[in-house]
């Protein structure tokens, strides 16, 4: 059974920079494409980003140009770098992963199956 564990969230003021890192354990998910999602509180949760197994990425229209996903398949982790933070990125973040498309795309955005439990990123002064 494959797990993903997020890491990497905290408060950061608006303009700064995050790092949020996504570890899978107990299956290599190195062929299955990978995302990150987030829900701010009252709103539903919508798609950040996603990689393929190849490192072809989706970036939401929001976050293009200041947030990016990549991939470390020997280390079976996903990344988000993000940059030039705003209080709207203000959100808890999920790791997921679809663990039954081998080889499948990153757009259009697949259907996941297998989600982390989130890390809350504030922006705030």
């Known amino acids: 059974q494959v797990q993903l564990v997020e890491s990497g969230g905290g408060l950061v003021q608006p303009g700064g920079s995050l790092r949020l890192s996504c570890a899978a354990s107990g299956r290599t998910m190195n062929i299955y494409p990978l995302g990150w999602f987030r829900q701010a509180p009252g709103k539903e949760r919508e798609i950040v980003g996603t990689v393929n197994f190849k490192g072809t990425t989706h970036h939401a229209d929001s976050v293009k140009g200041r947030f990016s996903i990549s991939r470390d398949n020997t280390k079976n982790t996903v990344y988000l770098q993000m940059n030039s933070l705003k209080p709207e990125d203000t959100a808890v973040y999920y790791c997921?992963?679809?663990?039954?498309?081998?080889?499948?795309?990153?757009?259009?955005?697949?259907?996941?199956?297998?989600w982390g439990k989130g890390t809350l990123v504030t922006v705030s002064s």
């Open positions: 997921a992963a679809a663990s039954n498309k081998p080889f499948g795309p990153a757009y259009p955005v697949p259907s996941m199956d297998v």
